[in-house]
């Protein structure tokens, strides 16, 4: 298991340019290093998980006047190498990435949230799109993400109206798969994270790049690419250490092979 944690507690977690990429530098790292099995993505603290972007160093001002200063395209660039890039590196790791919540996801900080394969809630965490209130483009793949999990209508409103929505409607929408109590998150995160890494890693990889793509694919493609994957799966050590273990009546030992 491969633990990354955002810990920038005094900008709520937020993300500079250098620490968002440093934080997708990890999971291609961990994508790329074949003794990982599963990635367990958290924050420090319990106020803020992420607060998305971090603003420079002169504040928002600041920020708004370098806005306006680049040239057609410049914004365009920057979202591409850089929130996107970060976003892209979550959902396409091969590894799945279990997320533990326990505090705000406010902005692009909620589209890492949405991007990752399983995640725990804190009951006192929330999440809140918060472009509208600065006038900002939900970028970070929010439109996306959102419409693949909740659906058009519930999308527009979140995105709309960016409202704070709590543990409780974050479960019921399909946001997040767990709700634990404050000091239950992590562990209940380690634990799903831990059945995932001693699980067949390769059955796993080919899982999560055929659900990705799932909403995306016609009936003939998504069965075409699901033939092909049971047919490398079957010749991984893993399923026959499955079907043994069937035979044998004993729990499976997956080596990740």
């Keep these: 298991m491969q633990r990354i944690t955002i810990n920038r507690t005094d900008v709520g977690n937020s993300l500079s340019p250098l620490a968002r990429d440093a934080l997708t530098e990890a999971f291609q790292q961990a994508n790329d290093d074949p003794s990982v099995r599963a990635v367990l993505l958290g924050a420090a603290g319990q106020r803020h998980f992420c607060a998305g972007a971090g603003l420079g160093p002169r504040g928002e001002g600041a920020k708004t006047q370098q806005i306006s200063e680049k040239r057609p395209g410049d914004i365009a660039r920057?979202?591409?190498?850089?929130?996107?890039?970060?976003?892209?590196?979550?959902?396409?790791?091969?590894?799945?990435?279990?997320?533990?919540?326990?505090?705000?996801a406010v902005g692009a900080g909620s589209s890492l949230v949405l991007a990752s394969d399983l995640v725990v809630m804190s009951t006192e965490a929330t999440l809140v799109e918060a472009f509208v209130h600065r006038g900002i483009f939900p970028d970070s793949g929010a439109i996306h993400l959102l419409t693949r999990i909740v659906g058009l209508r519930k999308a527009t409103e979140l995105l709309m109206l960016g409202e704070r929505i709590d543990a409780a409607t974050c479960e019921r929408?399909?946001?997040?798969?767990?709700?634990?109590?404050?000091?239950?998150?992590?562990?209940?995160?380690?634990?799903?994270?831990?059945?995932?890494?001693?699980?067949?890693?390769?059955?796993?990889?080919?899982?999560?790049?055929?659900?990705?793509?799932?909403?995306?694919?016609?009936?003939?493609?998504?069965?075409?690419?699901?033939?092909?994957?049971?047919?490398?799966?079957?010749?991984?050590?893993?399923?026959?250490?499955?079907?043994?273990?069937?035979?044998?009546?004993?729990e499976p030992r997956f080596q990740g092979f």
């Design 78 to 104: 920057m979202l591409q190498q850089g929130w996107q890039r970060l976003v892209a590196s979550i959902m396409d790791c091969d590894k799945p990435v279990v997320t533990a919540v326990k505090g705000t």
């Design 173 to 250: 929408l399909g946001l997040v798969n767990r709700v634990a109590e404050p000091e239950d998150t992590d562990a209940v995160a380690e634990d799903i994270v831990g059945r995932l890494a001693s699980g067949p890693t390769v059955m796993l990889s080919l899982t999560k790049r055929l659900l990705a793509v799932s909403s995306e694919s016609g009936r003939a493609r998504a069965f075409e690419q699901e033939a092909w994957a049971a047919e490398v799966v079957s010749h991984t050590a893993d399923l026959q250490e499955g079907l043994l273990s069937f035979a044998e009546r004993r």
